[in-house]
Structure formats: structure tokens, C-alpha cells
């Protein structure tokens, strides 16, 4: 799960903080290095927290049962083990047990319940995890689900997405398009972003593990890292350009999840401060205004890549694209300027930065 | 030294991996060798699970699961980027 706090890793971490890496332009197999760093600090979170948890519960009935069970994951060969370590709802659960469990090693309660409660959970989990493990290892496409979502994950989204109680299904199931249809429209934006930018989607499945179609959500899409690995994405899009965007757009979200969980690249020492987003007017942390910074560059990426397309779709490609550089270039500075980055937040923001110096170059040569 | 089985000897051995780098060290390139040196024999799969084990990782969990998880710590129910444009 991101943002454990810990130590950055150093100095393997700096090997793919460059703006090749990140956009595809060739050392692919330093893309699967960092994806590989990613799953070998969750798979040793998971390992410190069987090893604090059996240490610290040896009056508990419920300890066998659990270790059990662990060492059912870690007997796993490791890619399979990194598969299920890294499943959303199996990082959410990690999530919470590190917290109960931190709280109960650092006396700030002494009641085991909560992490009783979610020794107890685990084999259904497991069992969860197992009955959804895909065929193949060249899943491209996500699941895209609607109710029929993990618990862990429904209780992991509020307040973004507060999922239906059973009563409410029914009335809900009526709003927006059929899940059957919109899963038609989201694999066929899938097949345009394959055509689109190859190198993105290769990735895309690797990151995005659960899209959840949620057409009452009030955003146009949504995710945390809290539940990574899993994108909202509500009915507001108008097109199926639009649904493009909107899914590179949480798979940039996940891709920088990702780097955050074993690269921190803001200082929590830092200075407080509050943005504006240029796109939208909301108001964000520096961590979510570098979020937005990030996901937007990326799209720009993408929509240039908008080729022989219908003329009007072409035009809208362009104008967004125009829009979103235009905030991008009103970001930079307020992010240039701020003191809150981490040494490997800074060398991530001069990667971006590259990136955008170069598409300004050509956006200047070639205007939309 | 004599070796115990024991049920939870592969946590007993973790245990003393997170706070001693040397022995998770020694634990990540022979994990049976090390094990038996604290008198623990590992089962062929708790072997395979700590086999090539990244020690930095083992590290820096273990000081995170006893340490402040800070201001944007796991499971932040307030952080997410919810996109309204």
C-alpha cells in the first residue's frame, strides 16, 4: 500500500527516474525494474508484518490459523507471489493490518481487536484473491465491475465512492448505461489507446488491476493510493475520446502510486501549502497538485499521439491538448518554486519538466 | 546447536532479519544456514520465501511498522484524486 513512510530506497530508485523510462522511450526493462521494486517492498511489508503479528499475538487462537495461511503466500513462486501480494484488495488489507498493528507496537492501544478481526478475514480473502487470479499472465484488460466489488475495496473507497447497500442496487442499477454496455465502450477505448500509444498500453494492465464503473459517482473519475490499483470512473464523459483521457488518466494516477510507495517524493517536514488547479479551480496539497502536474503531462503525451482520427475528433484532441499544456505551463513555476519536494521528488519534477520544455518546443513548431 | 522445529520459526528468524541487516544478509543468500545457526530449521518453502529476500525493503518496512506513519500515512481517508474537469 503507498506511502508507508518508509525509507526511500537508494540508490537502485535513481536508475528509472528518467524521462525515458517514464514515457516509453525505450529501457523498458528498467520500467519492469521499478514495477519489480514496487512488488519487492510489498512482498517484504508483508513479510514484517507476519513476523511482528505471530510474535505478537502468541496467546491468540488465531495466530495459527494466520501464519497457516501466510506461508501459503510466500510458498508461492515469486511471480505468482507478487500477483497476489499486489491485488488491490490484498494491499488494502496489508494497509489496514500495518496500521493496527504499528498502533498496538507503539502502545497507542492495547486492544487486538481490530487487528484480531482482520486475522480473522484473511482466509476469506485469500479465497477472494484465488477465485479471481486471471487465466493468463497477459491480461491486458482489466475487470471492470460495478457491485460486485471485493469488500476490502468498498470499505477502502469512502469518501470518494460510498458503494450501495443491497436495498439500493436495484434502484441504482437503472441510472446511466448497462455495465455490459459500458464495458463494450471502455474495451473499445482500450483498443484505440493500444492504437494510440502501444508502449502505454502494454502497461496498462499492470497497473490498473480493477475499474469500477460507477456512473452515480460524483466525479469524472477518481482514485487514491489507499486503494491502488483500482480507478473510479463515473458516466461524465462525453465521448470516447473522452474515456480515453480518462483512463490514461488514472493509469498515470497508478503509475505515480507506484513510484510514491518506495520513492516519498514529498517531505512531510515541508511547508503546508494550498494551489489551485489551472484545469479545474480545485483546490489541492503539494502532493495533489504534483499528482495533477504528473497525470496531465502524460496526457498531453497522449493526446499528441491522437492521429488519423474523424476531423472534429482530431480537433478536440487538439484543443484539450492545447488546454492542458496551457495549465501545465501555469504549474510549473508554483511547482519549480516549491520547497516541499524530497531530493528524488526533485529529480522527478526535472524529468517532467524535461518533458515539458520539449513539448512546448513543439507545440510552438506545430500549434493545434 | 541443537535445532528446534518450530511452527513459527520462520518468524522468529524474520524477527531477528529486521533488526540486525547482517544476519537478514546472511538470512537473503543461504536462508537454511542462517535459520540453523539460531537453532531453527526452515521448511523447504519458508526457505523459498526469504531466498533472495531484498534486505533494504526487509529494513525499511521494519523501522515503518514501528515508526510514526506521519501525516500521509497509509490508509489516508481524506487523500485522493478525484478529477472534475
Same mark, same amino acid.
Given at each position: 500500500?503507498?506511502? /508507508?513512510?518508509?525509507?526511500?530506497?537508494?540508490?537502485?530508485?535513481? !536508475?528509472?527516474?528518467?524521462?525515458?523510462?517514464?514515457?516509453?522511450?525505450?529501457?523498458?526493462?528498467?520500467?519492469?525494474?521499478?514495477?519489480?521494486?514496487?512488488?519487492?517492498?510489498?512482498?517484504?511489508?508483508?513479510?514484517?508484518?507476519?513476523?511482528?503479528?505471530?510474535?505478537?499475538?502468541?496467546?491468540?487462537?488465531?495466530?495459527?490459523?494466520?501464519?497457516?495461511?501466510?506461508?501459503?503466500?510466500?510458498?508461492?513462486?515469486?511471480?505468482?507471489?507478487?500477483?497476489?501480494?499486489?491485488?488491490?484488495?490484498?494491499?488494502?488489507?496489508?494497509?489496514?493490518?500495518? *496500521?493496527?498493528?504499528?498502533?498496538?507496537?507503539?502502545?497507542?492501544?492495547?486492544?487486538?481487536?481490530?487487528?484480531?478481526?482482520?486475522?480473522?478475514?484473511?482466509?476469506?480473502?485469500?479465497?477472494?484473491?484465488?477465485?479471481?487470479?486471471? @487465466?493468463?499472465?497477459?491480461?491486458?484488460?482489466?475487470?471492470?465491475?460495478?457491485?460486485?466489488?471485493?469488500?476490502?475495496?468498498?470499505?477502502? !473507497?469512502?469518501?470518494?465512492?460510498?458503494?450501495?447497500?443491497?436495498?439500493?442496487?436495484?434502484?441504482?442499477?437503472?441510472?446511466?448505461?448497462?455495465?455490459?454496455?459500458?464495458?463494450?465502450?471502455?474495451?473499445?477505448?482500450?483498443?484505440?489507446?493500444?492504437?494510440?500509444?502501444?508502449?502505454?498500453? %502494454?502497461?496498462?494492465?499492470?497497473?490498473?488491476?480493477?475499474?469500477?464503473?460507477?456512473?452515480?459517482?460524483?466525479?469524472?473519475?477518481?482514485?487514491?493510493?489507499?486503494?491502488?490499483?483500482?480507478?473510479?470512473?463515473?458516466?461524465?464523459?462525453?465521448?470516447?475520446?473522452?474515456?480515453?483521457?480518462?483512463?490514461?488518466?488514472?493509469?498515470?494516477?497508478?503509475?505515480?502510486?507506484?513510484?510514491?510507495?518506495?520513492?516519498?517524493?514529498?517531505?512531510?517536514?515541508?511547508?503546508?501549502?494550498?494551489?489551485?488547479?489551472?484545469?479545474?479551480?480545485?483546490?489541492?496539497?503539494?502532493?495533489?497538485?504534483?499528482?495533477?502536474?504528473?497525470?496531465?503531462?502524460?496526457?498531453?503525451?497522449?493526446? +499528441?499521439?491522437?492521429?488519423?482520427? %474523424?476531423?472534429?475528433?482530431?480537433?478536440?484532441?487538439?484543443?484539450?491538448?492545447?488546454?492542458?499544456?496551457?495549465?501545465?505551463?501555469?504549474?510549473? &513555476? @508554483?511547482?519549480?518554486?516549491?520547497?516541499?519536494?524530497? &531530493?528524488?521528488? *526533485?529529480?522527478?519534477?526535472?524529468?517532467?519538466?524535461?518533458?515539458?520544455?520539449?513539448?512546448?518546443?513543439?507545440?510552438?513548431?506545430?500549434?493545434? | /546447536?541443537?535445532?528446534?522445529?518450530?511452527?513459527?520459526?520462520?518468524?522468529?528468524?524474520?524477527?531477528?532479519?529486521?533488526?540486525?541487516?547482517?544476519?537478514?544478509?546472511?538470512?537473503?543468500?543461504?536462508?537454511?544456514? %542462517?535459520?540453523?545457526?539460531?537453532?531453527?530449521?526452515?521448511?523447504?518453502? +519458508?526457505?523459498?520465501?526469504?531466498?533472495?529476500?531484498?534486505?533494504?525493503?526487509?529494513?525499511?518496512?521494519?523501522?515503518?511498522?514501528?515508526?510514526?506513519?506521519?501525516?500521509?500515512?497509509?490508509?489516508?481517508?481524506?487523500?485522493?484524486?478525484?478529477?472534475?474537469?
Amino acid at each position: 500500500m503507498g506511502e /508507508m513512510s518508509q525509507e526511500p530506497l537508494e540508490p537502485q530508485t535513481e !536508475t528509472w527516474l528518467q524521462r525515458d523510462v517514464l514515457f516509453f522511450a525505450g529501457h523498458g526493462h528498467l520500467f519492469d525494474q521499478l514495477l519489480e521494486a514496487v512488488s519487492q517492498q510489498r512482498y517484504a511489508t508483508f513479510l514484517v508484518l507476519y513476523a511482528e503479528i505471530v510474535q505478537m499475538l502468541a496467546e491468540s487462537p488465531d495466530r495459527d490459523g494466520f501464519s497457516r495461511d501466510a506461508l501459503r503466500i510466500m510458498a508461492l513462486s515469486a511471480h505468482k507471489r507478487h500477483a497476489w501480494v499486489g491485488d488491490p484488495a490484498f494491499q488494502i488489507w496489508i494497509g489496514l493490518a500495518f *496500521k493496527a498493528t504499528n498502533a498496538l507496537l507503539r502502545n497507542l492501544t492495547q486492544d487486538q481487536s481490530v487487528l484480531i478481526q482482520l486475522l480473522q478475514g484473511f482466509p476469506a480473502l485469500l479465497q477472494r484473491i484465488e477465485a479471481r487470479q486471471p @487465466d493468463s499472465d497477459t491480461q491486458s484488460q482489466p475487470p471492470i465491475q460495478r457491485f460486485e466489488i471485493d469488500p476490502l475495496i468498498t470499505l477502502a !473507497t469512502p469518501p470518494s465512492y460510498e458503494f450501495p447497500i443491497e436495498a439500493s442496487k436495484t434502484q441504482l442499477e437503472r441510472t446511466g448505461y448497462s455495465l455490459a454496455f459500458f464495458t463494450d465502450v471502455a474495451t473499445l477505448a482500450l483498443e484505440r489507446i493500444a492504437q494510440t500509444w502501444p508502449a502505454c498500453h %502494454a502497461r496498462f494492465g499492470q497497473l490498473v488491476k480493477l475499474i469500477c464503473y460507477l456512473p452515480d459517482g460524483g466525479f469524472r473519475s477518481c482514485s487514491a493510493s489507499r486503494y491502488t490499483g483500482v480507478i473510479l470512473i463515473a458516466a461524465k464523459d462525453q465521448s470516447i475520446l473522452d474515456l480515453e483521457e480518462s483512463l490514461v488518466h488514472e493509469w498515470a494516477h497508478q503509475l505515480l502510486y507506484n513510484i510514491v510507495e518506495i520513492c516519498p517524493i514529498i517531505d512531510e517536514e515541508g511547508p503546508e501549502a494550498s494551489f489551485k488547479l489551472p484545469w479545474s479551480s480545485q483546490q489541492r496539497d503539494l502532493y495533489g497538485y504534483f499528482h495533477a502536474f504528473f497525470v496531465y503531462v502524460f496526457l498531453v503525451k497522449y493526446l +499528441e499521439r491522437v492521429q488519423q482520427r %474523424a476531423h472534429n475528433e482530431q480537433q478536440r484532441a487538439q484543443r484539450r491538448r492545447a488546454f492542458i499544456l496551457d495549465g501545465l505551463k501555469k504549474a510549473l &513555476p @508554483d511547482l519549480l518554486a516549491s520547497q516541499g519536494f524530497t &531530493p528524488m521528488g *526533485k529529480t522527478l519534477l526535472a524529468c517532467l519538466e524535461q518533458e515539458l520544455r520539449a513539448l512546448g518546443i513543439n507545440h510552438a513548431a506545430h500549434p493545434g | /546447536m541443537t535445532k528446534v522445529v518450530n511452527k513459527h520459526g520462520l518468524a522468529t528468524v524474520l524477527g531477528r532479519a529486521m533488526m540486525d541487516p547482517n544476519f537478514a544478509d546472511a538470512l537473503s543468500q543461504d536462508p537454511a544456514a %542462517a535459520a540453523s545457526g539460531m537453532g531453527v530449521a526452515l521448511s523447504p518453502d +519458508e526457505v523459498a520465501a526469504v531466498k533472495n529476500l531484498n534486505t533494504a525493503t526487509l529494513t525499511s518496512a521494519a523501522a515503518a511498522i514501528r515508526g510514526n506513519l506521519g501525516v500521509h500515512a497509509i490508509f489516508d481517508q481524506q487523500q485522493q484524486q478525484a478529477r472534475m474537469d
